[in-house]
T-cell receptor, first 114, second 118 residues
Framework: DTEVTQTPKHLVMGMTNKKSLKCEQH?????MYWYKQKAKKPPELMFV???????INESVPSRFSPECPNSSLLNLHLHALQPEDSALYLC?????????????FGSGTQLSVL | AQSVAQPEDQVNVAEGNPLTVKCTYS??????LFWYVQYPNRGLQFLLK??????LVKGSYGFEAEFNKSQTSFHLKKPSALVSDSALYFC????????????????FGQGTILTVHP
């Protein structure tokens, strides 16, 4: 299994809603990532988890709250978002070092904030 | 800080012709360079990674990348383009490990839209 699965694929939410994005991988990767991507722009790193611990937070607003319940799962909890938070949210997992180093990306959750 | 630049927003080639997508890098130590491709409404897919000492790196789908230290470049190439190669291509750089179990940050260039015409 070389897939990163993200749910839901599409999400529409109001500014007062609370929702969660989910990400799952079963490749045994110990690094998992959240990226935000606007249309035709590069992905922007939000968070990195290493061995289920948050290792990088790119100064993301607190209305985004990541969670890594175990080595296979990664969640992104959303609360009180703004319309400018509308974007494609990508989850990735990876193995470090050597010739096999690469990130595996999910297909993303397309988020619209109304 | 590590960075990569992709000087062309868009590249157009005819099917069957060779293609080049350009990338230059700026790093303070060893370069950890990658190419990823993104098809419409999809996540990114890994194409290839620079391996120290290999000036020509071969990757997926017939792509290769040429590393040039003197020009600080890592251009993506393919000898014969296909219409199905049309996509958004990103060059990326990872910072050096801080050591231990820390995973580094991958930073992407602005991306180049490749269009291959029949």
């Amino acid at each position: 299994d070389t897939e990163v699965t993200q749910t839901p694929k599409h999400l529409v939410m109001g500014m007062t809603n609370k929702k969660s994005l989910k990400c799952e991988q079963h490749m045994g990767h110990r690094a998992m990532y959240w990226y935000k991507q606007k249309a035709k722009k590069p992905p922007e790193l939000m968070f990195v988890y290493s061995y289920e611990k948050l290792s990088i937070n790119e100064s993301v607003p607190s209305r985004f709250s990541p969670e890594c319940p175990n080595s296979s799962l990664l969640n992104l909890h959303l609360h009180a978002l703004q319309p400018e938070d509308s974007a494609l949210y990508l989850c990735a997992s990876g193995q470090r070092g050597g010739r096999n180093e690469k990130l595996f990306f999910g297909s993303g959750t397309q988020l619209s904030v109304l | 800080a590590q960075s990569v630049a992709q000087p062309e927003d868009q590249v157009n080639v005819a099917e069957g012709n060779p293609l080049t997508v350009k990338c230059t890098y700026s790093v303070s130590g060893n370069p950890y360079l990658f190419w990823y491709v993104q098809y419409p409404n999809r996540g990114l897919q890994f194409l290839l990674k620079y391996i120290t000492g290999d000036n020509l790196v071969k990757g997926s789908y017939g792509f290769e990348a040429e590393f040039n230290k003197s020009q600080t470049s890592f251009h993506l190439k393919k000898p014969s383009a296909l219409v199905s190669d049309s996509a958004l291509y990103f060059c990326a750089v990872r910072d050096e490990d801080a050591g231990g179990t820390s995973y580094g940050k991958l930073t992407f260039g602005q991306g180049t839209i490749l269009t291959v015409h029949p």
